[in-house]
């Protein structure tokens, strides 16, 4: 017995020890509570995915915190269901399959805690998915506050009185080409007292009449969308400037509509207008400008009819706290914005009209008012310098620093290697860049020094190349967003990119050097890859159906290559080689005797060699 209790005590003896010896890795592993509050910290989709697959607890844990459940194939229902049952936004945008109404009868029974419902995409409309099956999905979820349904072929007016009938609390609408509902749809928003944000764009049935109530509806909003090519937004306007006193955010995207009674509103904080017609807005912008000025944020966008200078100088005098500002600009303003003292985080130059008027014309040097600008706000987030007419060097420097920079658009600008080179030595926040058709880069070992880049486009760059993408994988392996088009990458360029393991979306039309090995390559190694734009020429394809099969959304561009047949380049190369050849043969040529001559000299040294 003695014994058997000694052995007992050593076996006691030797688990203490281990226990001491464990590693606080292990202990963390282990440990629920502490497992749960890491993995709620994590903020980025990335890391979660990497804290999933440490061990099955770390798994649990990360399932558990995902309150997001997204959805690429219905077939995929059943399991994602049964594991997010706690799931509170379901997104079915990402979704290749035309949902059925069993579907979302599924979904209510599924997700009784469901508070955000995102449903259909521009390039996939949902088809099949009925009014009926809609209106009894929301009566079985009466806590949803965010719904966004876009190209929802089959949703009546019916289905968005119920909507708004039966979730009392919704905050958040957004309606995108739905082209079956009319102004039924708008007054039973009236239902909704705790609306705040609102988006109507595309293609409705709606009428300007209908409009006008929409702010008299739904007095509460805080922030409007409104994007319509045919309709007039006048009434609108003035229902929303009148009604809505809390009103912060309007966006505006339109052909037909009377900016002027927006000088009623006084509460707005961020306008974007972009308009498509020959209006002059100078004074209305002026007037909205002088009541309304707490705005931080200011974009006017119309290419027929670019704001004029005083305009823009009123709107600079009269909005202390600006901190983004786009417009149409010239270098008087942008004089006088750099001497302002405004303390910007955005600056959007787009030079249109103006600014060449005064090129043309050699009035001005509007290079360094924009180098004074940037020098004087150098906690700048955000600069765009598309189609600025040739900025220097001194610009570029200017640029750099800027330590705080995330978002820089260079496109149809002289940059070049060395300029991109100073930038990436201290814009080390760099997230975005773009450098479309950027003419002076001829080397893409300079991209690799931007090494946290997110979003790159390199679109009608010829600088851009197989082994050049061999670089950018390895220096830019955060990338999420890749636009290529219009370049001279192959498949095996493509091959490459397997080292950006986080490709999230891949833009490639007009490249006539891929054939479609190096898609499914890409496709299959990446698994954050969703959404490719490619030739409409791989309709019916190989390559197209197993992109499909791993769940790749895709869109066909009808570019310049779309009637080609695959194999056509390879065979066009072969035939040049041919020609080649023929005029290398032409050009050499002798005539007959000298031919003769050279015949006999060979033939005797190789009998001499002999």
């Not at 931080?296 to 909005?319: M, Q, R, W």
């Not at 290697?417 to 997230?431: F, G, M, P, W």
Request: glycine letters at 4%; one cysteine or more; proline letters at 3%.
């Amino acid at each position: 017995m003695d014994r058997v209790e000694m052995e007992m005590a050593k076996h006691l003896q030797r688990q203490i020890i281990v226990s001491s010896e464990e590693s606080s890795v292990e202990k963390v592993t282990r440990d629920v509570s502490l497992v749960s509050a890491i993995v709620s910290r994590l903020t980025s989709v990335f890391d979660r995915h990497a804290a999933s697959i440490v061990c099955k607890l770390w798994n649990e844990s990360v399932t558990w915190e995902a309150h997001s459940l997204p959805v690429r194939s219905r077939s995929l229902l059943p399991l994602l269901f049964r594991r997010f049952s706690h799931a509170k936004f379901l997104n079915f945008r990402p979704c290749l399959d035309q949902l059925q109404d069993e579907d979302f009868s599924t979904a209510a029974s599924a997700l009784p805690h469901l508070h955000a419902l995102i449903l259909g995409h521009p390039e996939l409309p949902q088809e099949k998915l009925t009014d009926e099956g809609f209106s009894a999905f929301v009566k079985s979820c009466p806590r949803l506050r965010q719904v966004s349904l876009c190209c929802f072929a089959n949703l009546r007016d019916a289905g968005v009185r119920e909507l708004t009938r039966h979730c009392r609390d919704l905050i958040s609408l957004s309606l995108s080409s739905c082209r079956n509902l009319t102004d039924e749809s708008l007054d039973a928003l009236s239902n909704c007292k705790y609306l705040k944000e609102l988006t109507l764009k595309g293609i409705f049935l709606f009428t300007p009449s209908g409009l006008a109530r929409v702010g008299e509806n739904c007095p509460g909003l805080v922030s409007v969308r409104l994007e319509f090519e045919t309709l007039d937004i006048s009434l609108a306007l003035k229902s929303l400037a009148v009604n809505c006193q809390k009103l912060e955010t309007l966006s505006l995207k339109f052909r037909h509509g009377d900016l002027g009674e927006l000088s009623r509103c006084r509460s707005l904080v961020r306008l974007y207008i972009e308009a498509d017609n020959r209006n002059d807005v100078d004074i209305p912008i002026m007037n909205i400008a002088a009541a309304n000025r707490k705005l931080k944020e200011f974009s006017y966008v119309n290419t027929s009819v670019p704001l004029g200078d005083s305009a823009a100088l009123t709107i600079i005098h009269n909005c202390p706290d600006l901190e983004r500002l786009c417009f149409h600009s010239s270098g008087r303003s942008l004089s006088v914005l750099a001497q302002s003292g405004i303390q910007l985080k955005e600056i959007n130059a787009i030079f249109g009209w103006g600014i060449r008027d005064v090129m043309i014309h050699g009035q001005g040097t509007w290079d360094a008012e924009l180098e004074l600008l940037i020098r004087s706000n150098q906690q700048l987030e955000k600069i765009n310098l598309q189609n600025a007419l040739r900025p220097s060097l001194r610009t570029f420097s200017a640029i750099a620093l800027c330590s705080n920079l995330r978002h820089l658009d260079l496109s149809f600008t002289d940059v070049d290697n060395r300029s991109l080179a100073v930038i990436a030595k201290s814009a080390t926040a760099l997230q975005h860049l773009s450098l479309v058709k950027c003419e002076g880069v001829n080397d893409m070992k300079v991209l690799s020094n931007f090494k946290g880049l997110e979003y790159l486009n390199l679109d009608q760059c010829p600088f851009v190349n197989d082994e050049g993408l061999d670089f950018l994988s390895v220096g830019c392996s955060k990338l999420t967003d890749l636009s290529l088009a219009s370049t001279r990458i192959t498949d095996i360029g493509l091959e490459y990119l397997v080292e950006c393991g986080r490709l999230r979306t891949l833009r490639i039309p007009y490249c006539r050097g891929v054939q479609g090995p190096g898609l499914v390559t890409i496709a299959k190694c990446c698994s954050w890859l969703k959404y490719l734009v490619i030739s409409h020429r791989f309709q019916g394809s190989q390559a197209l159906e197993e992109l499909k099969r791993q769940y790749c959304m895709v869109r066909l561009d009808v570019d310049d290559l779309a009637l080609v047949p695959f194999g056509f380049y390879a065979m066009m190369d072969v035939a040049a080689r041919y020609d080649r050849l023929g005029d290398a043969l032409h050009c050499v040529s002798m005539d007959d005797a000298k031919l003769d001559d050279a015949m006999h000299c060979n033939y005797s040294s190789s009998w001499e060699t002999c």
